[in-house]
């Protein structure tokens, strides 16, 4: 070969070498460019588009203090998200001092949890028993009343899963069911209705002297947050379960649910089975105080000092309380309190 062929060999090579070369700049430019795109894109989206679904509970607090690595995603959350989340942990240990104390002296504890659909009284049990010994806490949500249990007197089905000596029970809705919800959708008479107002304050009358230690709650949610919180189950598949043709129906009839509240409180308010109102439109802030509420009445080893369980008195408000401003607003619904 002569070193002019050589030449013109080495020449051809390198333009082919340089038409590929030129050939991927190209194609990387093209992917470039659709990159930068895609990325302006991503930078334009919110972070709500992108991410919908909400931590577990809990979460944040316990990840505060993690550090940083490869395999570990940073996320935001409120500040506000922290604070409660941190102050429910050291309320939920409080309730385990209360818990053994229970246990150690064979106290009884019930706790009725009564108000309108959808205004929290189901979340704030959940955290009140999170943490707890299930061998010594009950929750009781029955069912509607079979046949049987019709032709009975009617506390007889609620009287069977009264606490023994050591047991913190729950009830999700109790006897009070016929005091409102009953009473509004016609599933009992008048004369039953009025007739249990009358009995009520006797039969608790008698727990309380038999020494149990009695607590009724009413969580009281305002219409248009029970409206949001309705539409917010329509959606929600993890919630279907807390609709039913009676929630439906809670919004149609707020008013006859108002005027049955305030008799309610009027006829079985008493010294020693007080009502305790819990605004809960904030539904952090109704289980906070709640359970800060509970903690409070208890006595029990170790227990925190009384500034750490003091009660916002814009969430917790007495019966008696809620009575007067229920009289002076009576006809004003707007005003009025769920």
Request: aromatic share 8%.
């Amino acid at each position: 070969m002569t070193k002019e062929k050589a030449k013109k060999i080495k020449k051809r090579s390198k333009g082919l070498i340089k038409s590929r070369n030129s050939n991927q700049i190209s194609v990387k430019g093209k992917d470039s460019s659709k990159a930068k795109k895609t990325d302006t894109n991503d930078k334009n989206k919110k972070p709500e588009e992108k991410h919908k679904k909400k931590l577990s509970e809990h979460t944040a607090f316990k990840n505060i203090n993690k550090k940083e690595k490869k395999n570990r995603q940073p996320v935001w959350v409120k500040k506000s998200t922290l604070k409660y989340e941190e102050e429910l942990h050291n309320l939920q240990i409080e309730l385990l001092k209360m818990q053994r104390d229970v246990r150690r002296h064979g106290l009884r504890l019930l706790l009725l949890f009564e108000g309108r659909d959808a205004a929290g009284k189901g979340g704030t049990i959940k955290r009140f028993i999170e943490h707890l010994n299930p061998r010594g806490t009950r929750v009781v949500a029955l069912l509607t009343p079979s046949n049987t249990e019709t032709t009975q007197w009617y506390f007889q089905r609620y009287m069977q899963h009264l606490p023994s000596a050591g047991e913190i029970v729950l009830f999700d809705r109790s006897w009070y069911n016929r005091a409102m919800v009953e009473a509004v959708m016609g599933f009992c008479t008048d004369e039953q209705n009025k007739r249990f107002l009358k009995d009520v304050p006797m039969l608790e009358e008698m727990l309380v002297k038999d020494g149990i230690m009695l607590f009724k709650f009413f969580f009281s949610v305002s219409k248009d947050e029970q409206l949001r919180r309705f539409q917010s189950r329509e959606t929600d598949l993890l919630k279907q379960y807390k609709i039913s043709p009676v929630d439906r129906m809670a919004q149609e009839k707020w008013d006859d649910y108002t005027v049955r509240k305030f008799q309610m409180l009027n006829e079985t308010n008493r010294t020693l089975a007080p009502w305790i109102i819990i605004r809960s439109d904030n539904k952090k802030l109704a289980r906070l105080n709640c359970i800060k509420h509970i903690l409070s009445k208890v006595d029990y080893k170790d227990k925190v000092s009384d500034e750490e369980l003091q009660t916002d008195p814009q969430i917790v408000v007495s019966g008696i309380d809620e009575i007067r401003f229920m009289e002076d607003h009576l006809l004003d619904s707007l005003i009025l309190p769920g």
